[in-house]
């Protein structure tokens, strides 16, 4: 891991904390506490995992949002990111600064459970496929293949899988009723990802339209 990226996850560390105690205008927010002691241990135990196991992988994780070889589509779904930081705001006023929801405990308690259920599910799949870049796009130079183990062997995509239950998770613990409002939103987007990557993996990636054949849910078993 270089001092690049070590700058790099340093800023998104904080750049996530500024917004939702900037935002709720307090530091004396419980919930936003435990949700950024989760996502460091949670993002640490990751990237030192991947820094030993999977240093390529770490390096395309690291990548900006636009990459040599992208798909043109995802490079406009990266507008999402936009949607997911402006998500963190609301939550902050929503939940602290206006004071508007009111979470029960259990509820609260519940998306602290997700959350760490989520950074699981998504070091499973890192631990299976070394070719889980953030952006969509075929690599070539790193002998790309079909992965068909692991949770892959339940869903086509499991990482969407772990980041969806720990988005639920977010204003859950965070104690946002609009934040989950906003959920669908950001959810509506993810299916349309998940066609722009398959037609990709599919053009460009043999072997991955059997794999699909196989495998019947893209996201939820039994469900889609």
Do not use: C
């Amino acid at each position: 891991m270089t001092w690049a990226d070590s700058v790099k996850a340093v800023f998104w560390i904080v750049s996530i904390g500024a917004l939702l105690f900037l935002s709720a205008g307090t530091l004396d927010w419980r919930g936003a506490w435990i949700f950024m002691v989760e996502f460091v241990i949670g993002g640490l135990a990751v990237t030192l995992w991947l820094a030993w196991r999977d240093p390529g992988l770490l390096k395309e994780r690291m990548g900006g949002p636009f990459q040599k070889g992208q798909v043109f589509w995802d490079k406009v779904m990266t507008l999402i990111i936009v949607v997911w930081y402006s998500w963190l705001v609301l939550m902050g006023l929503d939940a602290k600064r206006w004071g508007l929801s009111h979470m029960p405990e259990a509820m609260s308690a519940a998306g602290a459970v997700l959350i760490p259920i989520g950074f699981f599910i998504v070091w499973l799949t890192f631990r299976e496929n070394s070719f889980a870049a953030p952006v969509i796009k075929i690599q070539e130079e790193r002998g790309q293949r079909v992965i068909s183990t692991g949770p892959y062997r339940i869903v086509r995509h499991p990482m969407y899988a772990g980041a969806t239950l720990y988005m639920i998770g977010m204003p859950l613990l965070l104690g946002s009723w609009l934040g989950l409002l906003v959920l669908p939103l950001i959810f509506g987007a993810l299916p349309v990802r998940i066609f722009i990557e398959e037609a990709a993996l599919r053009r460009g990636l043999p072997g991955y339209g059997e794999y699909a054949a196989r495998v019947r849910y893209r996201l939820v078993p039994g469900v889609w």
